[in-house]
């Protein structure tokens, strides 16, 4: 009953929403209608015409080999964000949550690989992985083995994932933490006093309690994978090596500012969010995010 | 533990707080004294002395701010240079403040300069390509032509050599910007490597290939590239072998065979093992680290990278050799001449800054000025006087160039960015064997023709 | 916690293994702060050479080139100017989308929903031009405004997402209670909700400061002029200038981050006080 009145509801929502809509709807789509013109620039010349080519862009879109990479690639990501970013995130939130000692240094500490900017990580990570001389191959040789192609073709997508995975962890660590910390102390203190194992408590306390969080975790995870752009482009740029760790944030990216074909650039931003929207959906429709709206 | 966390987050605190202090106080004499905050990089405490001498002229003009963009910027070895001949133009002219905003000439910089112009930001003075490179930023036409400006100023662009200003000309043929230095591209090998081995250098397609398989058998890498980020100058230098200038020089409408033929030696040298095992992945400033350190014999690279070997005396750089059935005649060299300074018809329309905007651009191209910025690597655009202490390699490059047959200007200064950039895209996948040069040229000419 | 650890008294195995599991993630995560710190003390040679060992030849000489040649503490100004308003601005704006969202029922919620997601997805680079466009017909280039909007407009999806994951998973009773004492829903808003998701409140503001703060794109394209340019541009410039000089690139990088830690340790005190202030107890 207190939700019945309808005008403050617009008072809430109309800033936040009206600001989207100028600065991120109307700009994208703006780039939608781009999509099905030939641009020559980004932007358009004073004097200057494009031609129109119709669906041209997305007709390519379906030919194109590397987007099948990019896509392949993101799916894949999607499903390794779910299951270790998030996976990990979880596991490291709870095991926190219960201890005594030390919580806020693991809570700083976990937080590093965010506040370091991706050129940094990526840099060190390129040390790690660099043919000549790089740590992993300076080991290799205090082994006494032969050094190794960190980043050849067959080995550079999952060496690439590791940095990607890793460095989010921390992310939605804190974010699931956060929401551990709504739970109330007494109900594992009730729990426990029933008889109910540390284990269990997990199970039927801690997961039912935080599903709300955990789906907007899984929500970003899966649409964070679909934008997977800034590590990937400093340690293999372009798709390094031969095309195969391209994904579509990469993919588009190197479209629209390293060949400049702009307009593909846009159709292609274009299918992200489509895919994004897409799988977003299936997400909300298979764990359900809150009771509550039902 | 906890206590150590605590100090340090104090201490942070306090540094930080302070700074934020410092940096208000900082910024009220900051606003006062905006002339200074340019020049700071420079030390800006000799200028006084010479601002008196101008003072009785500074007191009649109005006070003009300039703003200038140039490619100057970042590792470009003129950098310092540039900034030096700013601080000489503000002292010599006190009236006129400059704001310089340079930066390295990549593609997101070159993206950010359209969408000025395309939104009537662009400023008063630019120094910029002149080849296709420019052609986004033309195409909004807001520069004014050198002859109209020397209509107003018979003296612009005195001290250019004609033949310089003509190579400087945009697509179009019409003559806008005025060019300070050209550059060369050549082929750099260590020669202490060569002759650590017993090898000649590769002055002939045999020699080449003998040294890359004796360095190959040594563990030396033969070439330093990365194919992945900068194929650019061996595309070049094979298309141009294969093709001869005249055909490399032409765009053509089908597939030429030559350009075809000079790509797939890409193939080739990788099956030879001539690159490095990394050099799909590898950056290119470390395929340069391989070439300074001694682990790569050869690199092919342009003039402005001579300043940068540390090696000046066993580095050197010969002409690139005719790869076999080509048609190009021996000592054939990629170079040119593909930027100037251009005035904007912003400025040139506002009264004040129209003369400001002509002083500015005659600093910077007048023989003195090109005197410095040449320092014996490329090309002058002006008269120059030799140099007295060059080192070396800097002596190796000045008779690699003058000794050139041919002088060829780079196919993306012929060909649309967008074809450009889809050709470096797709070299790996040539080398690898995935696709054919052929079938890359094709899409290639496509998207230039479209 | 504690007090069930108390009562046990002896040091349970597990506990020594969930320590053993924790730091082990810690390690990961600590090395590359420390391998930045590190190499910021070396000259760029030894980085390339040997970046995973001590400083050899121990030097200040990174930060003194910093310091010498840029003005680093007015860039801090315009980076707190700025980030510090995209991430006050996005904490009400997305904690008023969130009430809205997860307590009324309404036609086209659904729709507005699936729009906030969408926009999750928008890709900086597809919608920039446009509003790079749109800030120089206002005439705000170069202007802190023109950062400060499209940071609040494209961080908005994801602190509404996060604050309505929150929001739902709050009971409502409370509310409703308030409701029958007469409190309206502004007070309901001010008063109960806000408190309530200080948690994720502080989380929604630790995340858009740092992608404010780090967001190198945006800040490029609108902001031109040297003395306006936050930390972030500035230290891109100086990198771009020495090239591969790692030394350097890695004291920029400490310098760059100090604040984003401060601003962290500062506000996850929030994130455990979210603990005690579980009011939902009642």
């Not at chain 2, 650590?196 to 033969?222: C, S, V």
């Not at chain 2, 030696?265 to 680290?289: H, S, W, Y």
């Not at chain 3, 350097?248 to 603990?275: D, H």
Request: charge should be neutral; hydrophobic fraction near 45%.
């Amino acid at each position: 009953m207190l939700y019945k009145k309808k005008l403050p509801l617009l008072i809430f929502l109309v800033p936040g929403l009206l600001l989207m809509v100028l600065f991120l709807y109307k700009p994208f789509v703006e780039n939608i209608f781009n999509s099905f013109y030939d641009m020559t620039s980004v932007v358009k010349m004073p004097g200057q015409e494009w031609k129109f080519i119709g669906l041209e862009n997305y007709k390519r879109l379906f030919q194109d080999t590397k987007v099948r990479i990019a896509i392949l690639n993101s799916l894949k990501m999607m499903l390794l964000s779910i299951v270790f970013q998030v996976g990990i995130a979880f596991l490291l939130a709870v095991l926190v949550s219960k201890i005594g000692r030390g919580q806020h240094i693991f809570r700083t500490v976990y937080f590093f690989p965010i506040v370091i900017s991706a050129s940094a990580i990526g840099l060190m990570f390129k040390l790690f992985y660099n043919y000549n001389g790089g740590m992993l191959n300076q080991i290799m040789a205090a082994l006494g083995k032969e050094p190794i192609n960190w980043l050849s073709p067959d080995k550079a997508f999952s060496m690439i994932s590791i940095p990607i995975i890793w460095s989010y962890v921390g992310f939605y660590f804190v974010i699931i933490l956060t929401g551990l910390n709504a739970i109330s102390d007494e109900l594992y203190e009730a729990a426990s006093i029933d008889g109910c194992s540390n284990f269990k408590q997990v199970f039927y306390i801690t997961i039912p309690m935080v599903r709300g969080v955990m789906c907007s975790c899984i929500t970003l995870a899966v649409t964070g994978a679909l934008k997977v752009f800034d590590l990937p482009w400093v340690i293999v740029p372009k798709g390094a090596p031969q095309g195969v760790t391209h994904f579509l944030g990469t993919y588009m990216y190197e479209q629209t500012f390293t060949i400049s074909n702009i307009d593909y650039g846009s159709t292609l931003a274009f299918l992200i969010v489509v895919l994004g929207v897409i799988v977003s959906k299936v997400v909300s429709v298979l764990i359900k995010p809150d009771k509550n709206l039902q | 533990m906890r206590k150590v966390k605590r100090l340090v987050y104090l201490v942070l605190t306090v540094v930080f707080m302070m700074s934020l202090l410092a940096a208000c106080k900082k910024s009220d004499v900051k606003e006062t004294a905006k002339t200074k905050q340019e020049t700071k990089d420079d030390g800006g405490t000799k200028k006084n002395e010479s601002k008196q001498e101008t003072k009785a002229e500074s007191d009649k003009q109005n006070p003009v701010t300039l703003r200038t963009v140039s490619m100057h910027g970042g590792t470009d070895p003129n950098a310092a240079n540039y900034q030096e001949l700013n601080k000489k133009f503000m002292s010599d002219y006190p009236y006129i403040t400059i704001e310089d905003d340079s930066q390295t000439s990549d593609q997101d910089w070159k993206t950010r300069i359209a969408a000025d112009f395309a939104v009537g930001n662009e400023p008063d003075v630019i120094q910029f390509f002149t080849d296709s490179n420019a052609s986004d930023v033309l195409a909004a036409d807001k520069f004014v032509t050198v002859a109209e400006i020397k209509a107003e100023y018979p003296d612009y662009a005195k001290d250019t050599l004609p033949a310089a200003l003509e190579a400087a000309a945009n697509p179009d043929g019409v003559q806008r910007a005025v060019p300070t230095t050209g550059y060369w591209e050549g082929l750099f090998c260590n020669k202490d490597l060569f002759d650590k081995y017993g090898l000649e250098l590769p002055t002939d397609w045999d020699k080449m290939l003998k040294a890359i398989e004796t360095f190959k058998e040594n563990d030396i890498i033969p070439i330093a590239v990365s194919l992945n980020a900068v194929p650019h100058y061996w595309i070049e230098f094979l298309m141009l072998a294969a093709a001869g200038p005249e055909g490399y020089t032409t765009v053509p409408q089908s597939t030429p065979e030559d350009w075809a033929k000079g790509l797939e030696v890409f193939k080739t040298l990788r099956d030879l093992g001539a690159f490095p095992v990394d050099t799909d992945t590898i950056d290119n400033d470390f395929a340069g680290e391989l070439f300074k350190n001694k682990q790569a014999a050869m690199q092919l690279d342009g003039s402005w990278y001579t300043g940068g070997i540390p090696d000046q005396d066993n580095t050197v750089v010969v002409s690139f050799p005719v790869i076999p059935g080509g048609k190009a005649e021996a000592g054939f060299m990629v170079g040119g001449l593909s930027s100037g300074f251009y005035i904007t018809k912003k400025a040139w329309n506002d009264p004040d800054k129209r003369d400001a905007a002509v002083k500015f651009v005659m600093t910077h191209t007048c023989s003195e000025a090109v005197q410095k910025y040449w320092n014996g690597n490329g090309t002058a655009a002006a008269k120059v006087e030799p140099l007295a202490d060059m080192t070396p390699l800097g002596i190796s490059g000045l008779n690699y160039s003058s000794a050139a047959t041919s002088i060829s200007t780079p196919t993306d200064a012929r060909i649309k960015q967008e074809a450009y950039n889809t050709l470096i895209a797709g070299i790996v996948d040539v080398s690898t064997g995935a696709r054919t040069p052929a079938d890359l040229i094709d899409e290639v000419l496509q998207i230039n023709g479209k | 916690m504690p007090e069930i650890n108390k009562k046990k008294k002896k040091v349970k195995v597990s506990t020594i293994l969930i320590y053993i599991i924790l730091s082990l993630w810690g390690i990961t995560t600590v090395f590359p702060f420390a391998w930045v710190i590190n190499n910021s003390f070396k000259p760029s040679r030894e980085v390339v050479n040997s970046s995973f060992l001590l400083p050899i030849d121990f030097t200040l000489q990174n930060y003194v080139k910093a310091f010498d040649n840029l003005n680093i503490l007015e860039a801090y100004k315009n980076s707190l100017i700025i980030s510090g308003s995209v991430t006050i601005a996005v904490m009400i704006l997305s904690s008023m989308i969130a009430f809205a969202m997860t307590r009324y029922k309404f036609r086209g919620k659904e729709f507005i929903h699936s729009l906030i997601i969408a926009s999750l997805m928008f890709p900086v680079f597809s919608t920039i031009i446009p509003v790079f466009k749109m800030m120089s017909l206002a005439n705000l280039l170069n202007n802190p405004l023109s950062v400060i909007i499209p940071q609040v407009a494209g961080n908005l999806s994801f602190a509404s997402v996060i604050m309505m994951g929150y929001l739902s998973g709050l009971p409502i009773e409370l509310e409703e209670a308030a409701y029958m004492e007469g409190a309206n829903v502004r007070q309901v808003f001010t008063r109960i909700i806000v408190p309530l998701c200080k948690p994720s409140l502080a989380t929604v503001g630790i995340f858009c400061f740092l992608w404010s703060y780090n967001d190198l794109f945006t800040q490029l394209i609108m902001i031109r002029r040297r003395p306006k340019f936050p930390i972030c541009a500035l230290l891109n410039e100086i990198s771009s200038k020495y090239g591969t000089d790692y030394g350097l690139m890695a004291s920029s990088i400490v310098i760059i981050i100090i604040p984003v830690l401060i601003v962290y340790i500062c506000l996850q005190k929030n994130i455990i006080k979210g603990l005690t202030a579980g009011a939902i107890k009642g």
